[in-house]
C-alpha cells in the first residue's frame, strides 16, 4: 500500500506555490482589468417562453455556457473587442451575432430560437450533449462560481446521470461520488439525516438542503432532486458545524418550478415485491407564468431481500415560485416525508470481548445465515419529516443581491430497532433499541448580501451573511434484551423476537436502559467571503467566520427541572484558497486551506478551564481541467486533514478527561468525467485515504479509526447511447464500486475484526423518446455477499432487478 509523508505534502505545496508565482510574474504585467466587459442576454423560443438549457459559445475565447431555467446567460471579465455569440441547438442552425466590447462595458442581447418550448423541450431530452457534467455551482461557495475557478474539491452527480442509472434513492445516486462509501443505511430516527458515508476518513450524512439545513431522517427519496453536490474536506467556515463533518457535506439540490406546464409519470417494479409510482407535474398558476408550481412526489414499497422485513415511504414535495418583478422573487417549499417499516440487521462487537473468543475475525469466515434478519417484521418502526423553506431574492443593483432563507424542519420517530451482538460460540443476543415519539425540530434563518464588483483593476465576488440557527431535541430511547440464539442452522424460537414479546418485557418493567435526550442549542453566526481576481487567471478566496453557541442545560422530564451541563463556545473558522488557470476555462491548479470545528461539553482538569471547541484543519493541493470542448474534465488532488484538541480520557487520572487528543486524515482523491467518441460517456474515481489516531489512549493510538471506513475506494461507470438516428435514445450503462477490507473493530484490546473488500457491480438499460422511456436496471450482478458498517457488521442487499416506464406530457 503506498503511503503519503509530509515531505510528499510540503513538497507538493511548495510546487504549487512557485508554479503560481511564476505565471503571477509573467502574466501580471500584461492583464488590464479595466479593458473587461460584460456580455449578458436571454435565450426565448419562438412561443416567447424562455429557452433553457440552450448552450451558448463567445467565438474567440474559450468560454461556453448554457442557458438557465429563465432563458438567461452571461459572460463576464470580457476583453475589449470583437466577438460572435453562438447559439447552438444540435438539430438546428446556429445562430449568431456579432458583438463588440468596450472597456467598462455591459452589452445585452436577445436571441428567439425558430423553435417552440413544446420541440425545445423534446431536443433537450433526446439530443446528443453531454449532461453528466455540471460546470459551476451556486452552492459550494455561496457564490455563482465555476469548477475550474473554485479551489474547493466537489462532485456534482446530475439528474441525467440518475435517470441513466435508474436511481431512485440519495443511497443509489452516492455510488458516483470518488472517495465516499456508505457505513449505514438509514435508521430512520428523528434527527438523523438519511444513510451514514464515509468522507476523507469521517462520517458525513446529507442533512444540506439547497445549502441550508433540510434534514431528511428517512431513506432520502430521489423524487426532488436536480443534482447531488459531494463537498469536500472541513467546511465548517460557509456552512456551520452542525451539519457538516471534517470530511465535507452532502447538498441536496432540488428541481424548482419552470413557467409552462409540462411533467412525467413513473412506474418502477422489480425484485422482492419492489412497487414504486412517482409523478413530477409543473404548471403555471396565472397566464404570464410568473407564478408556478411544481410537484413532485412517490410512493415507494419493497419487501426486505432477508426472510422477514419491509419498507414503504412516501415523498411528497411541492414547490411555488412567484417571480414579482425582475429584482424581486420568491419560492415557497415543503416537504412531507413518511417511513414505516422494519429496520436492518446489524451486528455489533459486545463490549470488551476480545475478537479471539468469536469462530472468525472476518465477516466472511463466521458462520452465520446471510439471508436471515433474525426478526420478526412486526418490530416496525415509524418515521417521518415535515420540513418547510422559504426563499426572498432581492437584486439591488447590477452588481448587489440579497437573499433571505427560511428553514423549519421537523422529524418523529416512534417504534422498534432491532439490532444484534456477535456472541462466542456462533450465537447472537438479540436486543431491540427503540424510540418513543422522538422529535427533533431545527430553525434556521439566512441573510445574505452577494456583490460582484471592483476595486480598483480587481474583479471581486463576495458574500457576507448572518445565520441563526435553533436545535431543539425531544429524544427518548430505551429498550431491552430478548434472548440469545445459534448464528446459522435451526433456531426453534427464531420467530419469537416479535412484538408481543418484547411488549411483555416491557411490561414487566424490562428496560435494560432508559435514555432520554432533551435540550435545546442555539447557534449565533456571520460570515464572509471574497473572491478576488488578481488577473483573469488568477484568483485568491479568503473566507472567515465567527460562530457562537449557546447550548442550554438537558431537561429532566422527571423532575421538571433543567440541568446544569449547559455551556457556550466561540469559534472562528478562516478559509483560504488559490487558484491559476495555466489555460483559461480549460486547466487550473489550486491550493486551499480549510477549517471545521465541533463544540464540546466539559472541563479540562489538567489546564483548569471548560473545554475549547475541537478544531480540523486541512491543507489541499490538485488540478482541474475541462477540456477538448467539455469532453474530458477531471479534479486530481491531495489533502492532509489533522483534527486537534479531541477530548480523551486523562491516562494519569482515569475519571476525567483532557483536551489534547490528535488525529490525522490524509490522501489523494481523483475524478474523470469523459466523452471520448459520440455516445461514450465514462464517469471513473478514485480514492486513497490513510488516516490514525495520532495522539490517544494507548489502546488506539497509531492506528486507523473504525468510522474511516475503507482505505481505498473506486468507482466506474460507462454508457453508451446509439448515435444512429434509426435508434437514438436507446442507452446501455455498466459500472461499479470498488471498497478496500477495512477493520471495524481496531484496538490492543479487543483486537481486530475486518470486513472483507469488495466489487460490486451494476448495468442498465434503457430507451428514451419524447414522449416516453422504458429501462431496466440489475444491481450486484455477481450476487456479491459483502458487509458494510463502522463498529458493526451489516450484510448488504443481494441481486437485484428492476424495470421501469416513464411518461412524459
Known sequence: MMKFTGHY?????????????????????????????????????????????????????TQATTTDGAGSFAFRGVPAGNYQIIISQPGFANIIKEVTITSGQTVTLDFQLDISRKELNEVVITGTQNKLVKRSSEYVSKLPLANIENPQIYTTITKDLMANQLV?????????????????????????????????????????????????ATKVDAANLERLEVIKGPSATLFGSTLTSYGGLINRVTKKPYDHFGGEITYAGGSFAYNRLQADINTPLDSTGKVALRLNTAYTYENSWQDNGFNKTLAFAPSVSYKVSDRLSFQFDAEYYSGEGTGNTIFFFPYGVNMSRLSAQRADKLNIDYKRSFFNEDLIQKSRNMNFFATMNYKISDQWTSQTIFTNTNSYSDGAGPYFYLLPGDSISRNDQFTDNSKVGVTEIQQNFSGDFRLGKMRNRFVGGLDFFFLNEDEYYSGGTYDIVPSHGVIPTYN???????????????????????????TYSAYASDVLNITDKLAVQAALRIDYFDRKGTYDNTSGKTGNDGYTQTALSPKFG??????????????????????????????????TPEQANQIEGGVKMDLFDGRLTGTFSYYDIKVKDIVRTDPEHPLRSIQDGTQL???????????PIQGLNIIAGFAYNDSKYEKSSSDVEGRRPTTAGSPVLANLWLSYHLPISATRGLNFGFGGNYASETKVVNSASTGIFTLPEYTVLNASISYDTKKFRIGAKMDNLTDKHYWIGYSTMNPQKTRSITGSIAFKF
Open 9 to 61: 505534502l510540503r513538497a507538493t505545496l511548495l510546487f504549487l506555490v512557485v508554479l503560481l508565482s511564476c505565471f503571477t510574474a509573467v502574466h501580471a504585467a500584461s492583464f488590464n482589468e479595466d479593458n473587461n466587459g460584460i456580455i449578458k442576454g436571454k435565450v426565448k423560443t419562438s412561443d416567447g417562453k424562455p429557452a433553457a438549457d440552450v448552450p451558448v459559445i463567445l467565438q474567440g475565447t
Open 168 to 216: 431512485y434513492s440519495v443511497d443509489d445516486a452516492m455510488r458516483n461520488a470518488p472517495g465516499i462509501a456508505r457505513l449505514w443505511e438509514s435508521t430512520g430516527r428523528s434527527g438523523d439525516g438519511g444513510s451514514y458515508y464515509s468522507s476523507r476518513g469521517f462520517i458525513v450524512q446529507s442533512q444540506l438542503r439547497n445549502g441550508v439545513a433540510g434534514n431528511v
Open 496 to 522: 419469537d423476537f416479535n412484538r408481543a414479546n418484547m411488549d411483555k418485557i416491557y411490561q414487566n418493567g424490562g428496560y435494560t436502559f432508559t435514555y432520554p435526550v432533551i435540550y435545546k442549542a442555539y
Open 578 to 611: 488559490v487558484v491559476y488557470q495555466i489555460i483559461k476555462d480549460k486547466f487550473s491548479v489550486f491550493g486551499n486551506y480549510q477549517n471545521g470545528f465541533k463544540n464540546v461539553a466539559g472541563y479540562d482538569s489538567s489546564k483548569g478551564k471548560a473545554f
Open 665 to 675: 486524515s490524509k490522501g489523494f482523491e481523483a475524478q474523470i468525467i469523459a466523452n
